[in-house]
């Protein structure tokens, strides 16, 4: 019985590690692939010069750092990563707020993006709401 015990928390203890890792990555798999997708829908349709180069600048730091998620970095390697990601994210949700933000934005993804990005935030156990003024 103080096998059985032994084995079932065990196990429960490498799913909750692995899960911690494939959560970290299905989340960057979404957030490259929302914040591409709403770059691409930006660029396709007339916009702001400065919008555009925003969410191009996302989408590029996005999809290094879910590379560098997928090739298996320690946390020391990825938090700096993160960081330039967290910055360009709200880089870019300022330029959409400045140009009141609104439908065309959530038809583009921009919901999506934001949905994708506060997961990854979440897995790397990162909070940079106070940092960037709009979380308590």
């Known amino acids: 019985m103080k096998k059985l015990a032994t084995i079932l928390i065990a196990l429960g203890l490498l799913a909750g590690c692995a899960s911690t890792g494939v959560g970290l990555r299905s ?8 914040s591409q997708m709403f770059y691409r829908q930006l660029a396709s349709e007339p916009a702001s010069r ?11 730091v996005t999809h290094d750092f879910h590379r560098e998620v997928r090739d298996g970095r320690p946390p020391d390697v990825l938090a700096p990563m993160f ?4 910055d360009a994210y709200h ?5 959409l707020d400045d140009r009141d933000y609104g439908y065309r934005y959530r038809e583009a993804g921009f919901d999506r993006v934001t949905e994708a990005y506060l997961d990854v935030e979440r897995a790397m156990d ?3 709401g106070r940092r960037y003024g709009y979380r308590n």
């Open 126 to 128: 990162r909070t940079y």
């Open 83 to 86: 960081d330039r990601v967290a």
């Open 91 to 95: 880089d870019l949700r300022e330029q």
């Open 27 to 34: 989340a960057t798999d979404r957030l490259d692939d929302t």
């Open 50 to 60: 400065g919008t555009i180069d925003d969410a191009e600048r996302f989408a590029n």
